[in-house]
């Protein structure tokens, strides 16, 4: 029997800033070690998210994730995953390719490190 992979959540919003709202009232709400969030797109200028021992913040440039933005958040989920957090977010500019996005996160090597939990609508 394997362990549980890391519970991982897709983030949906309007707006970077509904987006970072809806992760920190998850975050006020409790989470148990570390949680690590990679945020898709330019901060808003009311960024509530702020890095920290607990919270490992990533931006990664605006452009579609499954697509042309593929390599970079693999690279940077690698890095992620490596620091063996016990939450993880990932925060979506669009929800275009939000299917392909979820298929992609359930193939290896991700299908063994990762359990996606509910998507969080904003």
């Known amino acids: 029997m394997t362990a549980p992979g890391l519970a991982a ?9 509904a987006r970072e709202a809806a992760i920190g009232a ?11 969030v990679i945020l898709e797109g330019l901060p808003d200028p009311r ?3 702020t890095p920290s021992d607990s919270l490992l913040l990533h931006r990664i440039a605006p452009g ?6 593929n390599l970079v958040l693999r690279v940077t989920l690698n890095r ?11 925060g979506l ?7 392909q996005l ?13 359990e996606l939990t509910p998507d969080l609508s904003t």
Do not use: N
């Open 64 to 69: 579609c994730v499954c697509c042309t933005g």
């Open 47 to 49: 960024t509530i998210l």
């Open 102 to 114: 979820r298929s992609w996160l359930q193939q290896p090597p991700y299908d063994q490190l990762l």
């Open 9 to 17: 959540t897709l983030v949906t919003g309007p707006s970077a800033a």
């Open 80 to 90: 992620v995953l490596r620091r063996r957090p016990a939450q993880l977010y990932i």
């Open 93 to 99: 500019a669009s929800t275009e390719h939000l299917d």
């Open 26 to 36: 998850r975050l006020a709400a409790g989470q148990g070690g570390p949680v690590a």
